[in-house]
């Protein structure tokens, strides 16, 4: 899935919001943005094993190398959601969620770390005779999904909003992602089921699973704190729920998407050409994507800081200070 892209032109985009921001190749004070890397050593001609998957929590971030280990790096998180299992091998997905993290086995199994919470059960999807034959994973605020080779969902964690309610006769699923405090699952016929919204003093209904009718053709989704996101085969977004950002309003002409991200209260799209697009809350400047930045195959972004994934196997990040 790698290969070498050549960027066309760099387009610039100014969204008047408040904290706002669309953003594609936009100078960034490199001072201060966390760059992560994979260096050939110079005492071996041999090269390090590259990184292949990213995945950013709320103040942390994980990626996976194509030997099937894992590296975290915590900023401004606790030591233990970076501290990676010593025995952690053949991991061939990653999920990063608010305080832990998630990783996929190559045997189906998941393993979880970070921290525990016993009424959220998160660490039952490491021990569960049920989370077996796993083909997807997805962490949420407190809450995570688990797609199994036969299109059925479990969820686990959290039961504020009803995240863990799946609904009766949910199969055909291929892709699944948690957000805050819903979820989003693709089916295998381009159609996307969501559930979770929620209402009251502490979490405001937006919307967020509210799927727009005649939303079909889709081939992407991802779930954000209090918003959606969904890709569609002509490489266009559809976005709802929380707009207080701007969040919700996809930037205009954005038409050659290959890939979403939908973090706390930004978003990124990855462009055909190898480009990013950012869009959303930019307090941090978590949406000035770097002027330099080309050759992109994969994005995530997170609470407060955004990642890109290059074709030579690194990683580099901005926002988080």
């Given at each position: 899935m790698w290969?070498?892209?050549?960027?066309?032109?760099?387009?610039?985009?100014?969204?008047?919001?408040?904290?706002?921001?669309?953003?594609?190749?936009?100078?960034?004070?490199?001072?201060?943005t966390p760059s992560?890397?994979?260096?050939?050593?110079?005492?071996?001609?041999?090269?390090?094993?590259?990184?292949?998957?990213?995945?950013?929590?709320?103040?942390?971030?994980?990626?996976?190398?194509?030997?099937?280990t894992i590296a975290a790096w915590c900023p401004n998180a606790a030591k233990i959601v970076c501290t990676v299992p010593s025995n952690l091998t053949e991991a061939t997905a990653i999920s990063a969620g608010s305080q832990y993290n998630l990783a996929l086995k190559r045997d189906g199994t998941v393993v979880f770390w970070g921290i525990p919470d016993a009424h959220q059960q998160i660490p039952t999807l490491a021990n569960s005779t049920e989370i077996s034959n796993i083909t997807a994973i997805s962490a949420g605020v407190a809450h995570s999904l688990v797609l199994k080779n036969d299109g059925t969902v479990i969820a686990r964690g959290s039961t504020k909003c009803g995240v863990r309610d799946i609904p009766k006769n949910l199969t055909n699923v291929k892709a699944i992602s948690a957000g805050g405090f819903h979820n989003l699952v693709l089916k295998d016929d381009g159609t996307v089921v969501a559930w979770g919204n929620c209402s009251g003093n502490v979490?405001?209904?937006?919307?967020?699973?509210?799927?727009?009718?005649?939303?079909?053709?889709?081939?992407?989704?991802?779930?954000?704190?209090?918003?959606s996101l969904a890709l569609k085969r002509d490489g266009t977004v559809v976005a709802w729920g929380n707009n207080e950002d701007g969040q919700s309003n996809v930037p205009k002409n954005l038409t050659d998407v290959i890939a979403i991200s939908a973090g706390y209260r930004h978003n990124l799209a990855l462009e055909g050409d190898g480009t990013v697009v950012a869009w959303g809350n930019n307090e941090v400047g978590q949406c000035e994507v770097p002027m330099n930045l080309t050759e992109v195959v994969a994005i995530s972004a997170g609470k407060i800081q955004s990642l890109a994934l290059k074709n030579d196997g690194t990683v580099v990040a901005w926002g988080m200070k």
């Open positions: 290969r070498s892209l050549l960027i066309a032109s760099v387009l610039l985009f100014a969204l008047l919001l408040i904290s706002g921001c669309v953003s594609q190749s936009q100078p960034v004070n490199n001072t201060s992560i890397t994979t260096v050939p050593s110079s005492t071996s001609a041999e090269k390090e094993p590259e990184f292949i998957a990213i995945s950013a929590g709320e103040t942390h971030y994980l990626a996976l190398r194509n030997d099937g979490y405001t209904e937006f919307g967020q699973a509210n799927v727009p009718g005649n939303l079909t053709d889709i081939i992407a989704v991802s779930a954000g704190l209090y918003h």
